[in-house]
């Protein structure tokens, strides 16, 4: 007999094969996302920014797997209630079946830059929904009106669905296949050499030499990565270009040969985002490589009014840099290369901003391709919207990365470590503070400028029991680090990193 679920089975059945011919069209045609990527990042940027920071700081690093599992599970009970609403006429679940692809629809033409080729793949799906789908209820359909061949319909009903799923993975796999076969981004990007980029070894006594404080080069792969793409965007270097325009006398639009053809510029630079927790990781250094923002902008005629430069990413992302921060003597640059390589595809492949002094959300715009010089009156980027602040200094921070708090340690002495940072200021003094008694000066790496990081260590003695570590920071402009205590929302977390061991 025909039960609910075999109905059920057969709407998620088609479901999912409209899905793979859906993202096999997407791979073929090297659209850089399938209809379900494109809604899971609707989502995002619909998302108040109160939501994201909570989902950044519960979920870290899965905050996008979790979505897109989220999407795919709502996307799954449509294609179960579509199967269950054909019990009755085969034409009942048409509305679900438009009523997704619509959705996916508006979510694949919010993108930036989208076009006619970026829909095709939802109208793929959707042919594919109903076609597969007519067919497998037609089966169904059958059984139930002649009860004499119920057992033999059930073997062909089983058949053909194990059939279309088997064929829709086929589908999907051949696709990723295909597209991989025509996506070459990042055998170029391995294969790319750029003139004038180095892989000089740290400068000598930046790091204590202290086990587990954090390396004072953080590698290529364990930067952190915060952004708002699911699917990264892949370009090759030769399909890229920048178009800088706006309150300028004179437009440009440089391409990537162009760009790495100029004068580079290397500097040790540390990136921090401003959801980053006090004690928290979401920060990292590295040597970049790049050319400097204030030397493109020279001669342009900028605008005596201008005081913003709007970026946009070439996903659609944007934020509102300051001005000032892209023309005085920092490095702001348009990086190309990471720790002498050139950048990783998802930190910002083929040319990114980088920015010392400012938080992430205000300034390093991963894949670039425009820069509109405005002002904070006429521009505001994806975060700012969303409530955070307009312009992002970096604030002064310490954390203690050795030891962990709740580890257990030797009575007697012990060795306190961690990094401390104020970008585009720098650090003076950094203090330890045990059981709230004096405030003990750490020694400090050395370090090639203000822009990056310093390790800092010191030794202090413990009596058996517990304890409570603290420290402070001081940068070279005298400000003391605030034992205030303040959620990274809208500008950046403050207070002192402050941990719990035991001395046995």
């Known amino acids: 007999m025909t039960t609910r679920a075999h109905w059920r089975l057969a709407g998620v059945l088609a479901g999912l094969a409209g899905l793979a011919t859906s993202y096999a069209t997407a791979m073929i045609f090297t659209i850089r996302e399938s209809p379900v990527v494109a809604v899971a990042e609707l989502v995002i940027r619909l998302t108040p920014g109160s939501v994201a920071e909570r989902a950044i700081q519960v979920l870290g690093h899965l905050d996008k797997p979790v979505l897109v599992t989220g999407v795919l599970v709502v996307v799954l009970a449509a294609f179960a209630w579509a199967g269950s609403l054909a019990r009755r006429a085969w034409w009942r679940p048409l509305p679900v079946w438009v009523a997704l692809a619509a959705v996916g629809l508006v979510s694949v033409l919010a993108q930036r830059g989208a076009g006619l ?58 696709g990723r296949v295909v597209g991989a076969g025509r996506r070459q981004v990042e055998t170029s990007r391995q294969l790319l050499r750029i003139p004038g980029v180095t892989r000089r070894p740290a400068p000598p006594a930046t790091s204590l030499g202290l086990a587990g404080i954090s390396p004072w080069q953080t590698p290529n792969d364990d930067f952190y990565r915060i952004d708002t793409s699911i699917t990264v965007p892949t370009i090759e270097p030769d399909a890229w270009s920048l178009r800088i325009h706006g309150r300028v006398d004179r437009e440009v639009t440089l391409t990537y040969s162009q760009l790495v053809a100029r004068r580079l510029t290397e500097s040790w630079i540390t990136l921090n985002c401003v959801s980053n927790e006090v004690g928290g990781d979401l920060i990292g250094n590295a040597r970049w490589s790049g050319v400097r923002i204030a030397d493109l902008l020279e001669g342009l005629g900028v605008s005596a009014e201008a005081d913003c430069v709007l970026q946009t990413s070439h996903d659609g992302w944007t934020c509102a840099t300051p001005l000032a921060a892209l023309t005085d003597d920092r490095d702001a640059m348009l990086a190309v290369a990471m720790n002498g390589r050139p950048l990783p595809i998802e930190h910002g492949f083929p040319v990114r901003t980088v920015v010392p002094g400012l938080y992430g959300y205000v300034s390093a715009t991963k894949w670039v391709v425009d820069m509109e010089v405005s002002t904070f009156a006429d521009s505001v980027g994806y975060w700012t919207t969303r409530g955070w602040s307009a312009e992002g200094p970096v604030k002064i921070a310490s954390r203690i990365d050795v030891p962990r708090s709740g580890d257990d340690v030797a009575v007697g002495p012990v060795a306190i470590g961690g990094v401390a940072w104020h970008q585009h200021t720098g650090i003076s003094r950094v203090e330890v503070q045990v059981d709230g008694g004096a405030w003990e000066p750490a020694e400090l790496g050395r370090v090639p400028s203000d822009d990056t990081w310093v390790q800092w260590a010191l030794t202090v003695d413990l009596d058996e029991g517990d304890h409570e570590v603290r420290v402070r920071a001081t940068g070279k402009d005298g400000e003391t680090q605030t034992s205030v205590v303040v959620r990274p929302d809208p500008d950046g977390a403050t207070g002192w990193h402050t941990i719990e061991v035991t001395a046995r």
């Open 117 to 174: 080729v970026d829909v095709l793949p939802v109208g793929v799906g959707l042919v594919t929904w109903i076609a597969v789908h007519a067919a497998l209820t037609d089966a169904l359909h059958r059984g139930v009106l002649r009860p004499d061949l119920e057992s033999r319909e059930r073997r062909v009903f089983l058949l053909v669905a194990g059939t279309i799923g088997i064929a829709s993975l086929g589908i999907a796999v051949a």
